[in-house]
T-cell receptor
Framework: GAGVSQSPSNKVTEKGKDVELRCDPI?????LYWYRQRLGQGLEFLIY????????KSGLPSDRFSAERTGESVSTLTIQRTQQEDSAVYLC????????????FGPGTRLLVL | DQQVKQNSPSLSVQEGRISILNCDYT??????FLWYKKYPAEGPTFLIS?????DKNEDGRFTVFLNKSAKHLSLHIVPSQPGDSAVYFC????????????FGTGTRLTVIP
């Protein structure tokens, strides 16, 4: 059975460039989350999608961050004009119905901004 | 403000002995708690959860205990095995108005053969 997949697995970019990260949730899961984990820290919530509802963007750290989701499938997280402090592992998770349920995580995208 | 705290960044245990990982939380609105296990270069893997209506949930070698009055939960692994060596994250959710899980900073468990 397919779990959550993310691409690329690793990304190295130069400061100021834009990056796009992709997440494929588990089929049938209506809820999708993006988290960020900086070195030595816990997971930091970024954004939440649930079905066709307006996304919860309360965790996005700045307007350089945005995310989209096509229906109940693929999501992309875009970081514009990357900064060195954006270096982190970006994790995507999905759950069957919503926020009170167990979330299943992808392997993450390791982003390094030079 | 860290609402879920794991105050021990690391723990070493001998193979076959019990591992006890601790987690404290501050938000009394949390009513669902989870433990995730993370290996290097992989995403967190769900391990076990507990609802606030219970004080214990057991799954094989893993048991989670919840003490609501102390706002404390713990994960017991017995007997510990070398393959249990990983970073363990505690997470919580509830009627907080937030849609996300709140995570602790993790405890790195090393099981020594």
């Amino acid at each position: 059975g397919a779990g959550v997949s993310q691409s690329p697995s690793n990304k190295v970019t130069e400061k100021g460039k834009d990056v796009e990260l992709r997440c494929d949730p588990i089929s049938g899961h209506t809820a999708l989350y993006w988290y960020r984990q900086r070195l030595g820290q816990g997971l930091e919530f970024l954004i939440y999608f649930q079905g066709n509802s307006a996304p919860d963007k309360s965790g996005l750290p700045s307007d350089r961050f945005s995310a989209e989701r096509t229906g109940e499938s693929v999501s992309t997280l875009t970081i514009q004009r990357t900064q060195q402090e954006d270096s982190a592992v970006y994790l995507c998770a999905s759950s069957l119905m919503g926020s009170q349920e167990t979330q299943y995580f992808g392997p993450g995208t390791r982003l390094l901004v030079l | 403000d860290q609402q879920v705290k794991q105050n021990s960044p690391s723990l070493s245990v001998q193979e076959g002995r019990i591992s006890i990982l601790n987690c404290d939380y501050t938000n009394s609105m949390f009513d669902y708690f989870l433990w995730y296990k993370k290996y290097p270069a992989e995403g967190p893997t769900f391990l076990i959860s507990i609802s606030s209506i219970k004080d214990k949930n057991e799954d094989g070698r893993f048991t989670v205990f919840l003490n609501k009055s102390a706002k404390h939960l713990s994960l017991h692994i017995v007997p510990s095995q070398p393959g249990d060596s990983a970073v363990y994250f505690c997470a919580a959710s509830g009627r907080t108005g937030a849609n996300n899980l709140f995570f602790g900073t993790g405890t790195r468990l090393t099981v020594i053969p």
